[in-house]
Structure formats: structure tokens, C-alpha cells
């Protein structure tokens, strides 16, 4: 996993399919449309990895609901995640008194979401709670609350459906491991 892919040839084993993404998404829609009971909500898709999988959901919720997006930047090495966290696009409007709905696309260590869950906090939302497409409990490093989980998985490192390596594969409509290029040059 050292070199970033350059080409588009690639060997990647399916993990969760498409239509078991679907299926779990519309349960998923199902519960939280149910938990929230017509109320409004306001829907924070985290950049960029969230947003295949928040723009599917939220066409699962039957609430009435805003979106909004927040662009987040960790320093570290490709696969890890450092915990140093930036915000590098935030909400257009205030949260103050909302009920807020966090969608992330993976957990894995955990240091993501407890920055944006403090930082988040400090806005005085009504209430804050989390659904994550993937939760990778094996690299967890500090314990975040999870309403809402899509899958648990083990400890690979995962790409497509919005999860990238390098960039790349995001439009992948499964999750998969990335196993690397199919051929040598
Ligand atoms: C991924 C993912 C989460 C974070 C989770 O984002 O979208 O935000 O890592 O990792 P953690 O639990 O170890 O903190 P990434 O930094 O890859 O950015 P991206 O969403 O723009 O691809």
C-alpha cells in the first residue's frame, strides 16, 4: 500500500455489495426515520468519504431534513488516521438548537469523529447523534457514541463506496479491499 494507484486497473475483493449497501440503508432509513418521528433534522455529511453514503440515505428518511457538509482534513500517514483534525469547509448556518444527525461513511480509530462530536458540541445543537455506514472495532483508539451502524467489519483497509485510496476508487459501488494494480508495467 505504499505506492498510490496511477491507473484505473485494480484488484479489489468485494466485501459488502451493492445491494447489501441498499438493503442496510433503507433499514437504517427505516430506524431513523422512526426515531426521529417527523421532527426536523438537520443532516451533516462529513467530506468527502460520506457522501455517496449520506446522499443515499437521506433519500431513505421520510423526515423533513436540511443537509449540510463539513470538510475535514487529518495529518497523518494513508491509512492511518493521526487525530490531528481541521476543519476545512464548515456548516453554512448555525446548529444552535437543532437536532443533528452526523453521517459518516467509516469509523475506524475513532479520533474523527470524537474531534467533530467536541467541536460540534460547542455549537449547542439540540442533539447530536451519529450513523456510520462502517465501524472498524479493531482500530479503535478512543470510544465514540454510534446510534446508527451499517456494517462492522474487521480490520482491512476498505475502499468504494465513497472510501478512497489516494483519491481514487470513491465510485466504486461496493466497499472493497484494495489488493493493488492487476498488472506490472
Ligand atoms: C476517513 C473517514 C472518516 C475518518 C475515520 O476520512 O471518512 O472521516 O477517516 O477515521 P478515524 O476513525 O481513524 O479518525 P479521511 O481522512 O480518509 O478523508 P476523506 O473522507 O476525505 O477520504
Known amino acids: 500500500m505504499s505506492e498510490a494507484p496511477n491507473r484505473w486497473d485494480h484488484d ?12 442496510r440503508t433503507r433499514e437504517l432509513g427505516q430506524e431513523i426515520t422512526a426515531f426521529y418521528k417527523n421532527s426536523p433534522v438537520c443532516v451533516i455529511s ?4 460520506s ?3 449520506a446522499a443515499d440515505l437521506v433519500r431513505a428518511l421520510d423526515l423533513p431534513l436540511s443537509m449540510e457538509f463539513v470538510g475535514i482534513s487529518s495529518y497523518g500517514n494513508e491509512t492511518e488516521s493521526s487525530g490531528v483534525v481541521q476543519i476545512t469547509a464548515d456548516l453554512t448556518r448555525s446548529i444552535e438548537g437543532l437536532d443533528v444527525l452526523i453521517v459518516e461513511d467509516i469509523i475506524d480509530t ?4 470524537r474531534y467533530l462530536l467536541e467541536n460540534l458540541a460547542t455549537r449547542h445543537p439540540k442533539s447530536l447523534r451519529v450513523c456510520t455506514l462502517l465501524h472498524k472495532p479493531e482500530g479503535a483508539r478512543v470510544k465514540v457514541p454510534m446510534d446508527w451502524v451499517g456494517f462492522t467489519i474487521p480490520n482491512a483497509f476498505v475502499i468504494g463506496y465513497g472510501l478512497d485510496y489516494a483519491g481514487l476508487y470513491r465510485n466504486l459501488p461496493y466497499i472493497g479491499v484494495y489488493r493493488g ?3 506490472e508495467d
Open 12 to 23: 479489489v475483493e468485494v466485501m459488502i455489495d451493492a445491494e447489501r449497501i441498499a438493503a
Open 51 to 53: 457522501v455517496i453514503f
Open 46 to 49: 462529513i467530506l468527502k468519504g
Open 181 to 183: 494494480p492487476t498488472s
Open 110 to 113: 475513532g479520533l474523527t469523529m
